[in-house]
């Protein structure tokens, strides 16, 4: 991905537009799903597209937001220019993804406010990819969604579900659905309009359950917003998570550690 930023910025600088082009595999798919774009094609359309902007003297930021195992990225693009009295600036995410041999296949370009869709994207191509990442994103992917529509994430859970919270004020031990469904409920009584984001980054993924970063954010009942990041464990067994547990983000080494554990547990 370095490769391309790198060629990215030597088309808009010096108008050489050979060096992207010779990153992209000769089958690449452009796709702009934005609303108020809407087209797809090819390697010389998604050229073609940078170089109208570079004409209009725009200039990229690229922010890396996620990834999605070790050839597909999510990042978030900022076009900027303009005179200072007719600045502009355009805002949207990219997910891009790379073949075997680096070559980019993919460029998916969604609006800024399509974040969840970016990550459905891009962990469709993951799973295409590495179908072991499957039944992890997709119970991970049913949480996220039934928390952030104000529901409870039960029909996710095994019948033999824990929550085990490591973190310094954490909720220590929960066993079964109905426990952590009072637990959820207890937030939401704090924080009613709370949502989640997670599976950005990854410290560990195989086909029994991961490591990823979740984030919460929300606005108390009396007042003032909060937002809360830690480490999130899980394991999965036929298609139902079995187990959470949380760790402060400065303790990967401990979540690394436990989830081998748990994972060699599983495997006998």
């Given amino acids: 991905m370095e490769h391309w930023r790198a060629s990215f910025d030597t088309g808009f600088a010096t108008g050489d537009w050979e060096p992207m082009r010779a990153l992209c595999a000769p089958d690449l798919f452009f796709d702009d799903r934005r609303r108020l774009a809407l087209l797809s094609g090819d390697r010389e359309l998604m050229i073609a597209s940078a170089r109208e902007r570079a004409a209009m003297g725009?200039?990229?930021?690229?922010?890396?937001?996620?990834?999605?195992?070790?050839?597909?990225?999510?990042?978030?693009?900022?076009?900027?220019?303009?005179?200072?009295d007719r600045r502009f600036e355009v805002e949207y995410l990219g997910v891009v993804e790379v073949d075997a041999k680096g070559l980019l296949?993919?460029?998916?370009?969604?609006?800024?406010?399509?974040?969840?869709?970016?990550?459905?994207?891009?962990?469709?191509?993951?799973?295409?990819?590495?179908?072991?990442?499957?039944?992890?994103?997709?119970?991970?992917?049913?949480?996220?969604?039934?928390?952030?529509?104000?529901?409870?994430?039960?029909?996710?859970?095994?019948?033999?579900?824990?929550?085990?919270?490591?973190?310094?004020?954490?909720?220590?031990?929960?066993?079964g659905a109905e426990a952590y469904a009072e637990s959820i409920a207890a937030l939401r009584d704090l924080a009613p309009d709370s949502t989640i984001e997670s599976g950005w980054h990854w410290l560990a993924l195989e086909r029994h359950g991961a490591i990823t970063v979740m984030r919460r954010i929300g606005t108390l009942r009396e007042g003032g917003a909060y937002e809360v990041e830690h480490l999130f464990l899980l394991t999965v067994a036929r298609g139902r998570v079995t187990r959470l547990e949380f760790f402060e983000l400065d303790a990967a080494d401990a979540a690394i550690a436990r989830f081998e554990e748990l994972c060699a547990a599983i495997e006998t």
Avoid at 122 to 142: F, K, N, Q
């Fill in 105 to 175: 296949t993919a460029i998916i370009l969604l609006d800024p406010d399509d974040a969840r869709g970016a990550q459905r994207e891009a962990w469709s191509r993951w799973a295409a990819i590495d179908p072991s990442s499957a039944p992890v994103t997709t119970a991970l992917g049913e949480m996220i969604d039934k928390f952030n529509a104000g529901g409870f994430v039960g029909g996710s859970l095994a019948n033999e579900f824990v929550v085990e919270d490591h973190r310094h004020a954490g909720m220590g031990r929960l066993v």
């Fill in 58 to 84: 725009a200039r990229p930021e690229l922010r890396l937001v996620g990834t999605a195992g070790d050839r597909i990225a999510l990042e978030r693009l900022l076009w900027s220019g303009g005179p200072r």
